[in-house]
């Protein structure tokens, strides 16, 4: 009974068991493969909710697995971001679990379709329950090579993922996508590797407490650092994204687009801002903020220019991520906590907006058998909740409020002025604007019904295409309205060490 | 959550839940979408003049929530959110009746009337907003909300300019959230009060504070169609009527020009303004802007865009009494105008929409006689062009009065003349529109004469002008009496303290 | 208590009906019942005839909730007006609905007609500047309705030349009245009394009732207007309309009360060249009502010569306001008779009889000042201001004033033989009615000088036997000059058409237009700006596609990693 | 010392080679097999981390258990890319062995 104390440490391990094992018995019995991916689905958002109210009452947590400490053994640690990135997953990846149902059946369904749809789908649930598996461990994860685990399963599942819908396009992307994931996932095992031959230790907290760091640290950092940039594809690293994610299944693309990337980026911010926040130099944050800045005007710029549907939204995914790198440069106007809020903030509306986003293209590509921009006037005729959740999505791009993605905008809009740093301040407001013309070149075209035009009747609907992307583009848009009880739960610090380890340090 | 409170709340849904049922109807089901539409409509009404009595009798309407430290949403009803709001919500009303006749056997009408409403919503939401976060979130939601409804026809010259409004107003929110942002930082958090915020910051700030204010105005200036930032709204006119309406009269360019009120009374405060010395650029802008937009729409042939400018011209009304705002005679000048800009070019823009709608009639130059054919249009357009120049008593003559007044109080003899300048050339521009309808003579056929019936067109066209045409003159031939426009703005004017 | 609170309201409900009467009139012909309504048409005036023997002077009503603050009542000077514009309408009114009978703009006429109405008596009542100003731009506004009633090419110019004319007097009154409550701090006319007065605000209020009566730089209008607005409108507006530009001087400029040299200066000045400018302009003419309108600009010249002297001092004030009263009133009658005439004429649509052409005589005469006539009895008091006055402005009465009256007498022979030789339409429907309105207009015009008591005075002084010679030998001279002018305006047959004049504000107008035209932009320039972003698309690509490639990844990813490296280290 | 340096430098050269050929050569397989040969030099280090000279303690065996780890990974990755790169031969027939640049225009299938 006192493993069902509601303080009990071990709930946090629930996120990453079930989905693994769900995942496995899909992959084993390959029939009611919805059934239970649903439920493990369930299983997880409840968990990240339990988790919240764990965190909520008892404060941070962490918990060793097999009962073996640190710096031995692999510990899981919950605190604020961390519980509120699962909660992230957690409701993006319901909602993509029901849609993925709806896309899935739709092509089976459909007359002409073929066996390739099935394989398709019995392919599916499993990879994309080891990938939530990864990305919760991920997150809960305090042991730096376990990270490193997780980051392949992620990358492997990802990139199997995206290669799903067989087309030679999406499977050329997929093996790029591979290749520097790859490259990536093996920067950072060289920089886990410069790491513990400086200091000999692997778990994240007692990292932080280095008194000192050496270069080895500094330069484990680095390299550690520039794998988890080629992973978050952060311009001029962004090269695999845009084939990756517009070629994939759209529900794949929801997944790649909204969580994926950022299991990576959470690592990096961890790693720069609580990790080894002490060695930080100015200049390389503003070399980040510099690269984020030029993300935002590149992915912007590219998105612009896309005739397909779902190109523009992967490059608008180049873009949105750039916004979170400026945050780094401006970290030095605030403390840790604000950082943290801007970058939750962000990473929670834009992956709420663009799964809803890739969900819709995903519906309209369906539907109408393309995703050409310019063939789609009158979208909205035929499938009117896609083409809202589509517009909120884009409202929320575009950082309007009452969106997270404005509350984010308008911390770092305050700090880019509190410290006199308008330059940024120019970018951030270029990339909405130019958010603005990416979005709506789209929506005019969805929502204008020409004089004589004739809407296409559709016989079939599926509500678990329409609806998820809309309540997922509603949760982005509605957001910024809870942000109070965000901030009380991010507000929930990360351990004091001394609490963990009554011995000190090794 | 207080009865208070709560009638804030039904105020915004009263419209907003419409609107989204309105959205789920069927295209047939145009009856129940009237219906909702219109009750809609009357219970905002009804709600907002129990707000208005509440607020003379002094109680307070407030809801806060706060976002993160230092932002949070307000809604505050005071005395000039109730004048907006009244304003929006009776044109609202009218707006509603005369598109449902606008619009009769076109296709898209539940989407139209879906944006309709939340356009609606979020306009209440300016009125009501109590502080610049809220404030700039309406904004925003407004160009969103209004876009579609530019958009309508789906023709090419539509989503151009649908286009350039958006690009117009975006960049006006980015330049305004800047500067909303950096004032915050500065100031701290603002909410709207009576005397702005404390005048401590203008002598340590003074710099910064006077730029911000400056790129507050530009970035609330581009809905409020201020030269140079002008160049959305005559281009927006390919819009249907009602729209137009709705942009000129009710929304738009109204939420622009209420936000320059606010930004004046209520964020920097006449004391602080007059410390920092930038009052006479407002002036400036606005006295260009007024001259520029009469002689712009002294060359318009086509009858809309000849509406559009003038707005500009008029609108700049507004501006110019906040520019004065130690003296209260231009400030009650000021936003008096606020609601009699609206009644008069709400009428303009129904009946130019009447004879689109009735002879296929855009242009000026085909306008000859066509009084004799719709003489109670025309009547209402006469009454609101004369507003326009000013002549009593119609409502133009008593905010040009009071504007008036107050430059001369303040000082600046050369406003005078611009007053009198620009009605002369109103008088330029709309005068010769009257003098063709009525005495002109008729050359050929109309150029398609869409209706023939009874009246000189539908009911539901006829009357929404006929009754701000009439409120047009009445406002103003009762303009002293216990309820009129003017009576609520010297109520405000009180408060402020002035 | 009660009873006199009965009181108040009763006389305030009167005035009411004074402004309302034609007001509801109006409203009525806007109804499917137009027709009986044109059939009481005449009624319209009856509370404003009434109202100058009803209502006690000087009292005055508050109307608080009216347009900022009505206030309204009748002083001496508003009775006398009251009346005298009441009569006029009153003719008018009869003459009008039997003239218009077959006409197709019947109801927008009498619409028109019944709001110049409103606003003649309103403005009489007013006691508030607002209001004054409201029923002023009412009555005007209004009256450009019956200008181009004719909607012929001519008619619309002549309303183009009064309506243009009537914007610049409708902006100019406005910015004098704001400067006036300016200066004065309230609303109400008795504030103004004893202020100094900006010399802008002078200027202002001269041109904005200047306008209104034809002073000089002011009067384009006149000729046209009279001439192409239907008779029996063409008389009230000659008669009764007119007169409200002098109300507006004396309301706004209350003689007596104001001394102002420069301005009385102004005024002389002004005054003095429109009374013989007006005859050149009339001599010219080739249609009875434009010599008409040439004839008010004269004599409203005259008037202002007399408003001008009043305006030096107080003392002069005193004694200039009978006379102005005298010779308004007296110019009011004798022109509307005129026109009355004029209507005469046209309907019979033929040669007048000798009796006919007596009876205008009277009134034409009068206006030139003939012995035993009004215009004798008004031009003894203009003389007798004067000599009170005495240097220099005696020169003004005994040279100049003979002077006028000559110049008036050839003007007026002038009109008579234009309506000899004219060819009226013929409209016989009203026939009788417009002969007894005619007589009617005749003995009042003759009667009423010689009856009032006000002119008593100078009824009597002219009788005196110096007087008389002293007022006939001008008109002796005038008689035989025109026998002299006569051959020669035959002979000049290329005289130009009295309408196609270029006003100067058509020529503002234009100028304008066409710098406008200069300015502006194509439309297209959005578009410009649009097509020349799309053209680097395709280098978008291209660099896009640059940096898909291994090599390019390679070298960035190592460049991050060395950049990184260096800068944490 | 000297052993620990000798072996750390051999990874990196080893991981230096591996990037190089990743860059430089477009052929799929040589991609994966640059990925291989650099994992190799990251084990390399990682194991070289956990050398003690004889007798002076015992031996660290957390590197141990990352390389095992980091070798099952590897594996498994290798064998995906394979999979991967089969199939990209197969729908764009491309021979694996022969020298042939993979077409970079699959990015933008419609324009």
């Not at chain 2, 949403?73 to 005395?79: E, K, Q, S, T, Y």
């Not at chain 2, 007053?419 to 002369?424: E, H, P």
Request: glycine share 8%.
């Amino acid at each position: 009974m006192i493993f069902l104390n509601v303080d009990n440490p071990s709930w946090m391990i629930t996120p990453i068991i079930v989905p693994l094992t769900a995942g496995l018995l899909c992959f084993l019995f390959q029939r009611k493969t919805f059934a239970i991916a649903l439920s493990a689905v369930l299983v997880n958002l409840l968990a990240a909710c339990f988790l919240i109210g764990q965190l909520l009452t008892c404060g941070p947590m962490r918990y060793s697995m097999g009962g073996w400490q640190a710096p031995l053994g692999i510990t899981l640690r919950t605190d604020g971001p961390a519980v509120l990135m699962l909660l992230m997953t957690g409701v993006t990846g319901f909602a993509i679990t029901l849609y993925a149902r709806g896309y899935f059946s739709f092509r089976i369904d459909d007359p002409g379709g073929t066996d390739r749809h099935q394989q398709q789908q019995r392919y599916f649930w499993p990879l994309w329950l080891l990938l939530l598996a990864g990305l919760n461990g991920l997150f809960l994860s305090n042991d730096i090579f376990n990270l490193y685990i997780t980051l392949e399963i992620i990358g492997i599942s990802a990139a199997s993922l995206a290669a799903l819908s067989g087309k030679p396009a999406a499977r050329l992307a997929s093996f790029r996508y591979l290749l520097s994931s790859l490259l990536g996932s093996l920067t950072f095992l060289l920089g886990i590797v410069f790491l513990y031959k400086s200091c000999g230790l692997l778990d994240l907290d007692l990292l932080r407490n280095l008194t000192e760091n050496g270069p080895g640290v500094r330069a484990a950092l680095a390299l550690m650092s520039v794998g988890l940039l080629l992973k978050t594809a952060l311009v001029p690293m962004h090269f695999w994204l845009p084939p990756a994610h517009a070629n994939a299944l759209a529900p794949v693309s929801a997944i790649l687009s909204a969580l994926v990337i950022k299991g990576s980026f959470y690592l990096l911010f961890r790693l720069w801002f609580e990790v080894f926040a002490s060695s930080i130099t100015t200049e390389a944050l503003n070399v980040m903020g510099g690269l984020g800045a030029g993300a935002i005007l590149w992915g912007a710029i590219q998105a612009m220019r896309q005739h397909r549907l779902k190109l523009m939204v992967a490059y608008s995914t180049v873009s949105q991520l750039g916004y979170l790198f400026v945050a780094f440069p401006l970290s030095r106007a605030a403390d840790n906590a604000q950082v943290w809020s801007i970058v939750i903030f962000m990473a929670m509306a834009h992956a709420c907006a663009k799964s809803a986003m890739f969900m819709s293209a995903g519906t309209i590509f369906l539907h109408f058998g393309h995703d050409r921009i310019q063939d789609l006037t009158g979208v909205r005729a035929s499938l009117p909740i896609t083409v809202l959740a589509y517009g909120i999505a884009g409202v929320t791009l575009m950082g309007l409020p009452p969106s997270g993605a404005f509350i984010a905008k308008w911390l770092l809009l305050s700090w880019a002025l509190a410290s006199c740093q308008w330059w940024w301040v120019l970018v951030i407001i270029a990339g909405s604007a130019m958010a603005m013309i990416y979005v709506f070149r789209v929506i005019s075209r969805f929502i204008v019904i020409p004089e004589g035009f004739s809407s296409q009747k559709l016989e079939f609907h599926s509500r678990l295409l329409e609806w998820p992307a809309l309540a997922l583009a509603l949760i982005s848009l509605l957001l910024g309205l809870v942000a109070p009880w965000l901030l009380h739960i991010l507000a929930k610090g990360s351990i004091d060490l001394t609490q963990i380890l009554p011995g000190g340090l090794p | 959550m207080n009865w208070e409170q709560l009638l804030l709340v039904s105020i915004l849904l009263s419209s907003l839940i419409p609107g989204i049922i309105i959205f789920g109807l069927p295209e047939e089901r145009h009856r129940l979408r009237t219906i909702l539409n219109l009750c809609g409509a009357v219970v905002k009404i009804s709600l907002i003049v129990i707000m208005d009595i509440g607020i003379y009798l002094g109680h307070t309407f407030e809801i806060r929530m706060p976002l993160i430290p230092g932002v949070e949403l307000l809604l505050n009803g005071d005395p000039l959110s109730a004048l907006f709001a009244t304003l929006s919500s009776v044109l609202w009303l009218l707006t509603t009746i005369y598109a449902v006749g606008y619009l009769e056997d076109s296709p898209n009408r539940s989407h139209f009337f879906g944006y309709f409403s939340l356009c609606v919503t979020v306009t209440i939401g300016i009125a009501l907003a109590g502080n610049l976060v809220t404030f700039l979130l309406f904004y925003e939601m407004l160009t969103l909300t209004t876009y579609p409804l530019v958009i309508h026809r789906g023709t090419d010259k539509s989503l151009r300019a649908g286009r350039n409004y958006l690009i117009y107003a975006f960049s006006g929110g980015a330049v305004f959230l800047i500067a909303v942002i950096w004032l915050q930082n500065v100031v701290g958090p603002v909410d709207f009060s009576a005397t702005g915020f404390s005048p401590g910051f203008t002598d340590s700030h003074g710099t910064v504070l006077a730029l911000i204010f400056v790129l507050l105005i530009l970035g609330i200036g581009v809905k409020a169609a201020l030269v140079p930032l002008h160049g959305w709204l005559p281009q927006a006119m390919v819009a249907p009527a009602p729209v137009s309406a709705l942009l000129h009269a009710v929304a738009v360019v109204k939420a622009g020009a209420f936000g320059i009120v606010r930004i004046v009374l209520d964020v920097y405060g006449a004391q602080n303004l007059l410390l920092l010395g930038v009052l006479p650029l407002l002036g400036g802008i606005a006295t260009i802007t007024i001259l520029y937009g009469s002689l712009r729409a002294l060359q318009q042939d086509n009858l809309k865009r000849l509406l559009a400018f003038s707005t500009i011209s008029q609108v700049s009304y507004i501006a110019l009494g906040m520019s004065l705002v130690d003296q209260p005679l231009a400030v009650i000048g000021g936003l008096v105008h606020l609601v009699h800009q609206g009644l008069m070019k709400i009428t303009l823009f129904f009946c130019a929409g009447n004879l689109a709608e009735t002879l296929g009639i855009h242009h000026i130059s085909k306008m000859n006689g066509v009084a004799r054919r719709m003489p109670l249009t025309m009547a209402a357009f006469t009454i609101g062009a004369l507003g326009m120049i000013g002549i009593p008593p119609t409502v133009g003559f008593v905010s040009k009065w009071y504007l008036g007044l107050g430059s001369l109080a303040a000082g600046n003899w050369w406003l005078l003349g611009i007053l009198a300048i620009s009605s002369l050339l109103n008088g330029c521009y709309f005068l010769p529109i009257l003098i063709r309808a009525w005495f002109g003579k008729q050359q050929e056929s109309w150029p398609e004469e869409l209706y023939v019936g009874r009246f000189e067109t539908r009911l539901m066209l006829l009357l929404p002008p006929l009754i701000t045409a009439f409120t047009v003159m009445a406002a103003g031939a009762v303009a002293n009496a216990q309820i009129s426009p003017l009576a609520w703005v010297r109520f405000i004017v009180r408060e402020y303290g002035l | 208590m009660i009873a006199a609170d009965l009181q108040t309201v009763a006389y305030a409900s009167i005035l009411a009906l004074v402004a309302g009467t034609p007001l509801i009139f109006a409203a009525c012909s806007c109804t499917p019942f137009q027709k009986r309504v044109v059939r009481f048409l005449p009624l319209a005036t009856v509370p404003a005839l009434l109202a100058p023997f009803t209502v006690p002077v000087d009292m005055v009503v508050e109307v608080p909730w009216f347009f900022m603050g009505g206030r309204m009542g009748l002083d001496q000077t508003g009775r006398i007006f009251l009346s005298l514009s009441a009569l006029i309408w009153f003719l008018a009114s009869f003459s009008s609905r039997r003239i218009l009978k077959n006409d197709t703009g019947q109801r927008q006429f009498h619409v028109f007609f019944l709001t110049a109405m409103t606003g003649n008596f309103g403005l009489i009542l007013a006691s508030g500047m607002l209001g004054y100003y409201l029923f002023f731009a009412l009555m005007s506004f209004a009256a450009y309705g019956l200008v181009v009633h004719k909607a012929t090419d001519n008619a619309l110019q002549a309303g183009r030349i009064y309506l243009t004319l009537v914007m610049i007097g409708e902006v100019a009154l406005f910015t004098a009245l704001i400067l006036l409550v300016h200066n004065t701090g309230g609303l109400a006319i008795e504030d103004i009394a004893g202020i100094s007065y900006q010399p802008l605000t002078l200027i202002l209020l001269f041109i904005g009732f200047g306008v209104k009566i034809g002073a000089l730089p002011l009067h384009g209008w006149m000729t046209s207007a009279y001439q192409e607005t239907p008779i029996p409108a063409a008389a009230v507006l000659a008669g009764a309309m007119v007169n409200a530009g002098i109300l507006g001087w004396l309301r706004f400029l209350p003689l007596g009360q104001t001394s102002c040299p420069t301005a009385a200066v102004l005024f002389i000045a002004v005054g003095a060249v429109a009374a013989l400018y007006g005859v050149i302009i009339g001599l010219k003419c080739r249609q009875a009502g434009a010599v008409l309108g040439a004839s008010s600009i004269s004599q409203m010249g005259l008037i202002t010569v007399i408003f001008g002297l009043g305006l030096f001092d107080h003392k002069a004030g005193f004694h200039a306001a009978p006379v102005l009263m005298v010779y308004v009133v007296h110019h009011s009658l004798a022109k509307s008779s005129l026109f009355f005439g004029y209507d005469l004429v046209e309907r019979q649509g033929k040669i007048l009889s000798h009796l006919q052409i007596a009876a205008i005589l009277l009134p034409a005469l009068g206006l030139a000042g003939l012995p035993f006539t009004s215009g004798a009895i008004a031009k003894t008091a203009f003389k007798d201001l004067t000599a009170t006055l005495g240097n220099p402005w005696y020169g003004l009465g005994t040279f100049f004033l003979p002077l006028t009256a000559t110049t008036t007498t050839m003007l007026m022979l002038h009109f008579i033989r234009i309506l000899k030789y004219g060819t009226g339409t013929g409209n016989p429907a009203g026939k009788r009615e417009s002969g007894t309105i005619f007589t009617v207009s005749v003995i009042a015009t003759g009667a009423i000088l010689w009856l009032w008591p006000a002119s008593r005075d100078s009824a009597i002084l002219s009788l005196a036997g110096m007087t008389l010679l002293q007022s006939l030998w001008p008109v002796t001279a005038g008689f035989l000059l025109y026998l002299v002018w006569s051959p020669i305006f035959s002979a000049k047959k290329g005289l130009p058409d009295d309408h196609k004049k270029q006003t100067l504000f058509d020529l503002i107008l234009e100028t304008v237009a066409r710098i406008l035209k200069g300015i502006e932009w194509p439309q297209s320039r959005q578009d410009v700006l649009f097509t020349h972003l799309y053209r680097i698309v395709p280098q978008l690509r291209r660099s896009e596609k640059i940096m898909g490639r291994w090599k390019v990844i390679g070298i960035s990813y190592l460049a991050l990693c060395l950049c990184l490296l260096f800068l944490l280290l | 010392m000297i052993t620990t340096l000798l072996y750390s430098m051999t990874g990196l050269i080893l991981f230096g080679m591996g990037l190089f050929t990743l860059i430089v050569h477009s052929h799929p397989l040589r991609k994966i097999l640059a990925v291989n040969v650099m994992s190799t030099g990251v084990f390399l280090i990682l194991i070289a981390t956990a050398y003690t000279p004889l007798g002076q303690g015992e031996v660290d065996p957390v590197p141990h258990a990352m390389v095992l780890t980091g070798i099952v990974v590897s594996v498994s990755v290798t064998a995906l890319a394979l999979i991967l790169a089969c199939r990209v031969q197969e729908t764009s027939n491309l021979d694996l062995l022969k020298k042939k640049t993979v077409p970079e225009t699959a990015k933008e299938s419609t324009t």
